[in-house]
């Protein structure tokens, strides 16, 4: 039967063992001075050898050799039958499936009996934390005190579950993650070993996805060569995990850096038609961002990037167009998404929400209002749809006569009349029109001719931000609704089908957010976003009446 990478490239001696020189080097002085102590906590991330290390002190304390320096030699037969795991004084247990208190009582009954076979009787316990509380308690004694032939090696990825009573009781070993250059030598010689090619910069793709695990990166390495015949390229390492180029990452991020919610959102779904997934793409993405910071401010950046040079020279142009301000919003939002995604059936969703996020945010983390139906058009028709909604000033005042603009109260038969504006005629109102102030919102309400764009955008953009920071399903809004425009009592509203949905059902607190920010109450009218062809209300009609006849239109 096919014996794995990781396990068929176990260490068998200390010299074998892949980083942690520190703890080697620790357990060598002890073995060969007789100062082993009777319980050690290995904790670190998984794939660092806890467990190895474990069973290469059983060997040494074990070992036949009669040179102490030597052991474990790895080649008499207590050290063969360790390897082979059919060593009786080697006990290793698994706290995950073995937690409970009559397990640990089977310990204290066994631990008086003296070694079979070897010197010493090891107890092996992985993934100590999930002893339950009884346990540990039950414990405690055995592992203060044990026999003088016994040695405990508890291993754990998370000590600071383990009760303080535990803790004191061991000599603590922290084990590293391992270097990216060590996992590239090993990577290099089994593939010497096996006669297999493989690029270099495949080999980086590997070492840079097991992220100082041992284990993980043989683990990927065999999964990368099973089966293929050849020179093994980047492409098939990147194929194999389910990872994404680099290229497509900079695409990404261009989108989002020029606010492109509907073209990065198209980026996402070729992603996932392609079968690819969405951890893994949020993951590669944190590290895109992460080199664009690194190479903002490293001179040489091939010097702490494993990537090609090509690649390399992409991300240092899209770092020269990209604030800091922006690359540090990102790496926080995609990691809070990637915590997020660990516990969700719906990953991609929560990516899409991501990059919609980072896609409507500037560098200095305001919210930009993106009309989805524009951004799919091409900016120069944009642009002029934008000129004939706003006219410059001159060419109202060639456009429309300059008679004086008449009041008509509400009770009243007869009009009062009022002074014009020299620059500007204005249409009939029940209210005196005012300029808006820069930067400020006036009490009164605007006709829809005297109403920027500028300013609904910078209104709505304010309810928008509001709204998501009380609920994040607001994001609904944001993406599927536009605001067309406001007089003194409607706020209109250009809305997809799940974005009405959301407002219909939200109607209430949705105007007392438009109140708040356009300082009176008004009623939110909500038109689909294929209706282009409206009713005009009473007062639109009468300006527009104004205009053609060229005399002014009143409304009693």
């Not at 070992?63 to 795991?85: L, T």
């Not at 079979?116 to 414990?139: C, Q, W």
């Not at 020279?313 to 660990?342: G, H, P, Y």
């Amino acid at each position: 039967m096919y014996k794995a990478l990781y396990r068929a490239y176990r260490p068998e001696v200390f010299s074998d063992m892949l980083g942690q020189q520190h703890i080697v080097t620790i357990l060598k002085n002890q073995i060969a001075s007789g100062t082993v102590n009777h319980a050690y906590l290995f904790c670190g991330t998984r794939g660092t050898g806890k467990t190895t290390v474990a069973r290469l002190l059983a060997k040494a304390l074990n070992c036949q050799n009669e040179d102490v320096q030597k052991r474990p030699c790895g080649e008499c037969e207590h050290c063969k039958n360790i390897a082979a795991g059919n060593f009786v004084d080697l006990i290793e247990i698994d706290a995950a499936s073995n937690n409970g208190v009559e397990n640990v009582r089977d310990i204290r009954e066994n631990v008086n009996y003296p070694p079979v076979l070897g010197r010493t009787k090891v107890y092996v316990i992985d993934e100590v934390h999930m002893l339950s509380t009884p346990a540990f308690n039950a414990l405690l004694k055995t592992l203060e005190e044990p026999p003088e032939s016994v040695v405990f090696v508890l291993c754990t990825t998370e000590p600071e579950k383990l009760p303080a009573t535990v803790l004191s009781r061991c000599m603590r070993m922290d084990f590293r993650r391992v270097s990216e250059e060590e996992l590239a030598g090993r990577v290099r010689q089994i593939c010497i070993d096996r006669n297999i090619m493989m690029e270099e910069s495949a080999v980086r793709v590997i070492v840079a996805a097991a992220d100082g695990s041992a284990r993980d990166c043989l683990t990927l390495l065999d999964q990368c060569i099973s089966g293929r015949k050849g020179t093994v390229t980047r492409d098939d390492v990147l194929d194999s995990m389910g990872a994404v180029g680099e290229e497509v990452y900079v695409e990404l991020t261009d989108k989002v850096n020029h606010n492109d919610p509907a073209g990065a959102l198209l980026v996402i779904d070729k992603l996932m038609r392609a079968g690819k997934d969405s951890r893994q793409i949020l993951q590669g993405w944190m590290s895109h961002y992460r080199n664009l910071m690194m190479t903002k401010f490293i001179a040489n950046p091939q010097d702490v990037l494993s990537m090609s040079v090509e690649n390399i020279e992409r991300i240092t142009s899209q770092a020269e167009r990209t604030d800091i301000e922006m690359i540090n919003n990102a790496i926080i939002e995609i990691a809070k998404t990637i915590t997020e995604a660990k516990g969700s059936n719906q990953p991609r969703v929560l990516l899409e929400i991501c990059v919609v996020k980072l896609a409507t945010t500037t560098a200095d983390g305001r919210y930009v209002s993106v009309n989805m139906k524009k951004a799919e058009r091409e900016a120069a028709k944009t642009e002029a749809a934008r000129a004939e909604r706003t006219p410059a000033p001159e060419t109202r005042q060639q456009e429309m006569p300059e008679p004086p603009v008449e009041r008509v109260p509400v009770q009243e038969p007869a009009p009062v009349q009022e002074p014009a504006q020299p620059h500007e005629a204005q249409p009939v109102q029940e209210h005196i029109i005012r300029e808006p102030v820069e930067d400020n919102y006036p009490e009164d309400t605007y006709s829809e001719e005297d109403y920027y764009e500028d300013e609904i955008d910078a209104i709505w953009a304010e309810i928008i931000e509001d709204g998501e920071s009380q609920t994040n399903t607001f994001t609904i809004v944001r993406t599927g609704a536009v605001p067309i425009k406001m007089n003194d009592t409607e706020f209109v509203i250009k809305v997809s089908g799940q974005a009405r949905r959301y407002l219909e059902k939200n109607r209430g607190p949705m105007e007392q957010l438009i109140a708040r920010y356009t300082g009176g109450h008004h009623k939110m009218i909500l038109r689909d976003e294929e209706d282009d062809n409206h009713e005009m209300s009473l007062e639109e009609t009468a300006r527009k009446a104004s205009e053609m006849l060229g005399t002014n239109v009143e409304i009693h």
